[in-house]
């Protein structure tokens, strides 16, 4: 029993099982979200999060000791945006097309993200570290982490309202715009991808093409512009 | 063409990093590099035959690289606990009205200017 105990110390310390973890707990999420025909009620990043979480919990494994190894999986984080710049420039031509829409509904969009965000949690009684924490949730986690320290906000907090905007933004977009009649992918993917970052996108991609390249337009156009914005808001709270 | 592809794309990433720095730009170094890389593929094309094949596995899986920053839950456990109903409500409707208000207003001026989207 101690040796499976000092084997259990060690690798605990060690990236290599929470990077394992880390990978088997979304492969266990994705088979479940292929299982369900594609749902969106079943999806992979809850399930994954839920599981290692749970894990964590029961083993007493701290979040920086879980991060040490899963730290390899987040920085792919950074390649996968620039990657994101392929699909982009294959669809430059559509892009071009419907450049009217995308700067007007890129800054209608981001506006009503970061405006109605802050209006509700300073209603209900958010104190201003909290609402810097908020701020940026719309954009790409990277990009709101650096925006929420700039604002005297909680990063690691706002990596998670970051997460959970995304996956509101996944769950509930098809059945909403559906019942709201808005059948241009083009529309349904640009103002998902500002409003729920790569989450969103991801979802966009699982769903349509156009819809995914206009997710894709409207997450890294509203990185930018929430760099912009956010700060300026915040002066009104 | 594992190795090349990965060069390129993290070559990206490295001159947006530098750019940013250098700069005291607010845009982080990936975004920078998403736009450095658009801006070479439309000058070298047979850039995209090197990159693609790796670009489409990273963006397949993109949700999996969010899981890491998600298990950060448990070390904000206290914080969400004590502010649930601020946080909550506020993510989901700032959300869903951002989503339906920039889908309207896409929409709207689309056919405002006659960008129709199949042509």
Request: charged letters at 5%; hydrophobic letters at 60%.
């Amino acid at each position: 029993m101690t040796d499976a105990f000092q084997v259990w110390a060690y690798m605990a310390q060690q990236p290599l099982l929470w990077l394992c973890a880390t990978l088997f707990a979304y492969w266990i999420g994705e088979t479940l979200f292929l299982k369900s025909g594609r749902s969106p009620l079943v999806n992979s990043v809850v399930i994954a999060v839920a599981l290692l979480a749970g894990l964590l919990m029961l083993t007493g494994t701290s979040y920086q000791t879980y991060f040490n190894g899963a730290q390899f999986v987040h920085f792919m984080l950074g390649p996968a945006t620039v990657c994101l710049a392929i699909p982009l420039q294959a669809n430059m031509l559509a892009i071009r097309k419907a450049l009217v829409p995308i700067i007007v509904a890129l800054f209608v969009g981001s506006l009503t993200a970061i405006l109605s965000a802050l209006g509700i949690a300073w209603m209900l009684g958010a104190d201003h570290v909290l609402l810097a924490t908020l701020a940026p949730k719309s954009a790409t986690a990277p990009v709101a982490i650096g925006i929420a320290e700039n604002l005297g906000g909680q990063a690691t907090l706002t990596a998670v309202l970051v997460i959970l905007t995304g996956l509101v933004g996944a769950l509930f977009v098809t059945p909403m715009l559906n019942v709201l009649g808005i059948t241009d992918w083009r529309a349904r993917g640009f103002a998902t991808g500002v409003a729920a970052h790569g989450i969103g996108t991801a979802r966009a991609f699982q769903i349509n093409d156009t819809a995914g390249v206009f997710a894709s337009m409207g997450m890294g156009l509203n990185a930018i512009l929430t760099a912009f914005l956010a700060p300026l808001i915040m002066q009104l709270f | 063409m594992l190795v090349p592809a990965f060069a390129i794309i993290l070559l990206f990433q490295l001159i947006g990093e530098v750019i940013s720095r250098a700069l005291h730009l607010p845009l982080p170094g990936p975004v920078l590099g998403m736009v450095g890389m658009v801006v070479a593929l439309s000058a070298i094309p047979r850039l995209a035959q090197i990159v693609t094949p790796v670009a489409q596995g990273l963006l397949r899986h993109l949700s999996l690289l969010f899981v890491p920053v998600g298990v950060g839950i448990v070390a904000n456990v206290h914080t969400i606990a004590e502010h649930w109903v601020a946080i909550s409500v506020s993510l989901v409707v700032s959300t869903l009205l951002a989503i339906v208000v920039g889908a309207f207003t896409f929409t709207y001026v689309a056919k405002l200017v006659g960008s129709k989207p199949n042509d």
